[in-house]
């Protein structure tokens, strides 16, 4: 089993609806939560950042995380054809860090 | 901002032949990484650098190098190329201090034939 498991997708939706993406982990130690976004040919970038449990918001985005379910989600609001991508969760316990990706989650916002 | 450059984008080597991917970071971050990105695998850890002068394996190091040139720059050396090594390779950095994020450079596409 993965440390860090994400549906692959792909994920279809209309331009405007909300979208949700989750992930889960097994390691009780994770502390801090990331979500990246990859375009095709591009590096991942940086989208949200969060330790321990709770919620996070940043313009359209909010990353959502229980510890005591290890479930990590992100949150669209008002998606964009230029919201499709793939989508990284990602874990570290603390320290100089040992990052577990997921695979990603492929979204596609539809015009 | 250039934040991560890696050279070169694209690379086709003969199996056996060796190459070096070069990194570089303007963000003056003390930790390098470099990881390997396979479809359904997601990003695996080759190798890393804490801080200038140090490296240590990540989760598939064999059949890989690491020099942490200087500050700036971390370079990833293969040096007998195998088939198994086609993929596409990423470079991080993340700043001073604990806990940090990661942030990336666009990637080097490498295939082995």
């Known amino acids: 089993q993965k440390e860090v498991e994400q549906d692959p997708g792909p994920l279809s939706v209309p331009e405007g609806a909300i979208v949700s993406l989750n992930c889960t982990y097994s390691?009780?130690?994770?502390?801090?939560f990331m979500w990246y976004r990859q375009y095709s040919r591009k590096g991942p970038e940086l989208l949200m950042y969060?330790?321990?449990?709770g919620n996070k918001e940043d313009g359209r985005f909010t990353a959502q995380v229980d510890k005591s379910s290890k479930y990590i989600s992100l949150f669209i609001r008002d998606s964009q054809p230029s919201d499709s991508a793939t989508y990284l969760c990602?874990?570290?316990?603390?320290?100089?860090?040992?990052?577990?990706f997921g695979t990603g989650t492929k979204l596609q916002v539809i015009p | 901002n250039a934040g991560v450059t890696q050279t070169p984008k694209f690379q086709v080597l003969k199996t056996g032949q060796s190459m070096t991917l070069q990194c570089a970071q303007d963000?003056?971050?003390?930790?390098m990484y470099w990881y390997r990105q396979d479809p359904g695998m997601g990003l695996r850890l080759i190798y890393y650098?804490?801080?200038?002068?140090?490296?240590d394996k990540g989760e598939v190091p064999n059949g890989y190098n690491v020099s942490r040139l200087n500050k700036r720059e971390f370079s990833l050396r293969l040096e007998s190329a195998a088939p198994s090594q086609t993929s596409v390779y990423f470079c991080?950095?993340?700043?001073?201090?604990?806990?940090?994020?990661?942030?990336f450079g666009d990637g080097t596409r490498l295939s082995i034939l």
């Open positions: 650098s804490a801080s200038e002068g140090t490296t």
């Open positions: 990602a874990s570290h316990s603390g320290g100089y860090q040992k990052v577990t």
């Open positions: 991080a950095s993340s700043g001073t201090g604990l806990n940090q994020p990661q942030h």
């Open positions: 969060t330790y321990s449990s």
């Open positions: 390691n009780s130690a994770f502390q801090y």
């Open positions: 963000m003056n971050h003390n930790s």
